[in-house]
């Protein structure tokens, strides 16, 4: 499957958002305490890649659909699948955290799922800077 280049340019954000984080972690903690944080944060990175990989899959197929009443239904469901992507990727650490795991795991998958809506929004500055 080939990107177009809106999508590259929106892994590429959300890829440069990770070492971002991840840095910010260990100048916070100054210790290897960090690495729960940078864990998350690689879980809600990798999280982020798939919705933007599903959403160019949606658009792609969308754009071969007919009929307006089948394809917004299709639109809604992808939809939904990227909101439950989201939702258990923050809800596995959140309740991992009753079994030892540190809530830093969550915290740092929350701050890389932050990163997807980051990319969309500067993507569409940059659209409108264009036009």
Request: positive net charge; proline residues 5%; hydrophobic residues 55%.
């Amino acid at each position: 499957m080939t990107l177009s280049p809106p999508a590259k340019r929106m892994l590429w954000l959300i890829l440069c958002a990770l070492p971002l984080l991840a840095g910010g972690a260990a100048v916070y903690y100054r210790s290897w305490g960090f690495l729960p944080f940078a864990g998350g944060a690689l879980l809600g990175t990798a999280v982020n890649a798939a919705k933007v990989l599903l959403l160019e899959r949606t658009v792609n197929k969308l754009a071969a659909m007919e009929g307006d009443a089948k394809a917004a239904s299709y639109a809604r469901l992808q939809g939904m699948l990227r909101f439950l992507l989201t939702a258990l990727a923050l809800a596995g650490p959140a309740f991992a955290n009753r079994r030892g795991l540190p809530i830093a795991v969550f915290w740092g998958a929350a701050a890389a799922a932050l990163a997807y809506q980051l990319a969309v929004y500067t993507l569409k500055m940059s659209e409108k800077k264009r036009k």
